[in-house]
């Protein structure tokens, strides 16, 4: 496993043009002051150049070192489909990640885990092919969903967006699908319902780099929160601003 050093000439407060450098740690950088080096934390770095129609300047030129990381939870492939014991800490990736991954994929790895512990799980990188939507095409599916009565599931889940690729991750209880492009997202907790598994299903085309993410094994705490750990805030706002009224 392999850290990225960087520095650049560039600093961060970009409402032009502006480079995206995206890893485990990312940075929106213009400007013509040069920051301190810093470390992306994954052996892949994604870069991102955006410009708009005025101004045009001379560019950028980016230098960067290797250095090998030592004392990383073990990684394992989601496929093939099997069944693991997991450890206390450990990682999850894509097939041949920080490569692109194949089509026609439906590969499912479970987590044996013990009936006193929950799984928090964080991802470090993450490029899965999305659908996106303009916006009438949204307000659309809101109100036929709604009508429907399914607004719930659309709007915490993402499956209107994840039509092509995706990764699953359940528990007995819930499901939390995921695609598109981010670098370190947000945690999320599955607590004491048995197993957790990550389903990673593509389609026939296109692809991304996939995927990273890191689980760790935590006793259950006996006080349940305001909101299903399983939720980020915003979902919990979402739920709550429809539903709990």
């Not at 990764?167 to 995921?178: G, K, P």
């Not at 991304?208 to 706002?237: A, C």
Request: aromatic fraction near 12%.
């Amino acid at each position: 496993m392999y850290s990225i050093y960087l520095s650049k000439y560039f600093t961060d407060g970009c409402p032009y043009d502006k480079l995206i450098i995206s890893g485990r740690v990312s940075k929106k950088l213009c400007g013509t002051i040069t920051p301190t080096p810093f470390v992306t934390g994954l052996n892949v770095v994604g870069l991102r150049m955006v410009t708009d129609g005025t101004v045009q300047q001379n560019g950028f030129d980016i230098k960067f070192n290797t250095n090998r990381t030592t004392g990383l939870p073990p990684a394992v492939s989601v496929c093939p489909t099997r069944t693991i014991t997991p450890s206390a800490i450990g990682r999850v990736h894509s097939p041949g990640f920080a490569s692109h991954y194949g089509a026609n994929l439906n590969c499912k790895l479970t987590l044996n885990v013990p009936s006193n512990k929950e799984v928090e799980v964080s991802y470090n990188y993450r490029d899965i092919e999305i659908v996106y939507f303009d916006a009438a095409c949204i307000l659309v599916a809101v109100v036929v969903t709604q009508t429907n009565g399914k607004l719930f599931n659309i709007l915490l889940s993402g499956t209107s967006q994840c039509w092509k690729d995706k990764l699953t991750v359940a528990d007995n209880s819930a499901t939390n699908y995921t695609c598109g492009a981010s670098s370190a997202g947000n945690t999320t907790t599955y607590r004491r319902d048995g197993n957790v598994s990550f389903l990673f299903s593509t389609d026939g085309s296109g692809s991304g780099r996939g995927f990273i993410l890191t689980y760790k094994l935590l006793t259950e705490s006996p006080v349940s929160s305001k909101y299903d750990r399983r939720e980020t805030r915003q979902q919990y706002l979402l739920r709550k601003r429809f539903f709990f009224r």
